[in-house]
């Protein structure tokens, strides 16, 4: 069930420079410039969206040097989303295959499998996201985007039940799975509502 997001990511090293010449009407921006742009545009629109997340994400992968419009950064981001959730996915099946006894409280267990799950049903609706912007079905990809950021969410959630005794051994990667969703959702709701620049 992990091939098909692999496929995509491959996929999508293509895609954003087919993107840009769907939209010969998109001012010419370099790099760097409508990433910062668009970075603190979304930083303005929201209280929790990272500016300095999203710059430093955005200008993490080649790929994103060739990207000239929003479109295209909106795919990296969710590219990034994907891979990301994918090696989290990996991450949490390792601590729960370990049987290291200092490692994982049984409580922390129940929370990790249900991250597990959150997080296999995420990337499958990531993928629908990602079909979404392609067919630029923004308002879509909003509602899809919005449904995957429940997951890091809820899975920190559980362990909060237990403030003060157990930690999240998964913080990280909640907090990085949800503000790359958050960029691709609010590069959404720019394209949605005609928000430009
Ligand atoms: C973008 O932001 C980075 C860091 O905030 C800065 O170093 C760089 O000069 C900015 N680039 C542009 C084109 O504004
Ligand atoms: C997730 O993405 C962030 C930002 O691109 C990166 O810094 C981090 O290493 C990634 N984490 C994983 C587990 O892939
Ligand atoms: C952990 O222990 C169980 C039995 O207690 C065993 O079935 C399983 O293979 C072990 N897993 C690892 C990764 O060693």
């Known amino acids: 069930m992990f091939q098909t997001p692999f496929f995509i990511i491959l996929f999508l090293l293509v895609i954003p420079h087919q993107t840009a010449q769907h939209y010969p009407n998109s001012k010419f921006i370099s790099s760097p410039e409508i990433i910062n742009q668009t970075c603190a545009k979304c930083a303005e629109l929201s209280d929790v969206f990272s500016y300095d997340f999203c710059a ?8 994103s040097h060739a990207t000239t419009n929003r479109q295209g950064l909106a795919l990296v981001a969710m590219e990034l989303a ?7 996915v990996l991450t949490i099946k390792e601590m729960l295959n ?5 490692s994982l409280d049984p409580f922390s267990s129940i929370c990790l499998k249900d991250c597990l799950e959150l997080y296999s049903d995420g990337i499958a609706t990531l993928v629908d996201a990602v079909g979404a912007f392609m067919s630029q079905k923004y308002e879509t990809a909003g509602v899809l985007l919005s449904a ?4 890091p ?10 403030k003060g005794q157990v930690e999240s ?14 960029i691709a959702l609010c ?11």
């Open 98 to 102: 370990t049987n290291d006894s200092t």
């Open 169 to 182: 051994p998964v913080v990280k990667e909640n907090y990085d799975l949800f503000q790359l969703c958050d």
């Open 187 to 197: 590069i959404a709701r720019l394209l949605s509502s005609h928000w430009w620049v």
């Open 153 to 162: 969410v809820t899975c920190e959630e559980g362990f909060e039940e237990m």
């Open 148 to 151: 995957v950021m429940e997951a």
């Open 82 to 88: 994907l891979a990301n959730a994918t090696t989290t």
């Open 56 to 63: 430093a994400s955005l200008q993490t992968i080649p790929v």
